[in-house]
């Protein structure tokens, strides 16, 4: 809530007129799972992943880290390592950028309010089917 401006002892709550970009969406979807499990606070891991997809992407760094052992062994020496290992970096990175991807429209296309009422008891948004009334 933020100060009225005109020096009232009232607070006033401004809401954005647009819906979020995705920028803004991926921070408020990761500062949600940050605050709803504080335990995996600290680790990278996208929000929308499903349990078998994990271990989909833990036998593909296992074939990745068996195929890297193998190549380095190789006459070309580390080289072939770094590569492996870069390109299933670049495979995980830009599936965590599909899945929060997917999630932003799937986000965009729920409908969006058209309107807030706030009173002394409580806040009412106006959806496109009708008034909801929050405590």
């Known amino acids: 809530m933020l100060p009225n ?4 002892s009232i607070p006033i709550i401004q809401f954005p007129a647009t ?15 940050r ?11 996208p929000a929308t992943s499903d349990q078998w997809k994990r ?7 296992v074939l990745a880290g068996a195929a890297g052992y193998f190549i380095w062994f190789e006459p070309a020496g580390g080289a072939g390592y770094l590569l492996v290992f870069s390109v299933f970096t670049a ?3 830009l599936y965590q950028w599909w899945e ?3 999630a932003f429209l799937q986000y965009q296309r729920r409908p969006q309010p058209l309107g807030f009422r706030v009173t002394e008891t409580s806040l009412a948004v106006q959806w496109p089917q009708g008034w909801q009334r929050l405590p």
């Open 55 to 61: 271990r989909v992407r833990l036998w593909l760094g």
């Open 91 to 93: 495979l995980g990175l």
């Open 35 to 45: 605050q709803r499990y504080p335990k995996l606070a600290n680790q990278q891991k």
């Open 19 to 33: 819906p979020p970009t995705f920028q803004e969406y991926q921070l408020i979807h990761q500062t949600q799972q």
């Open 100 to 102: 929060y991807r997917r």
């Open 5 to 8: 401006p005109s020096n009232s």
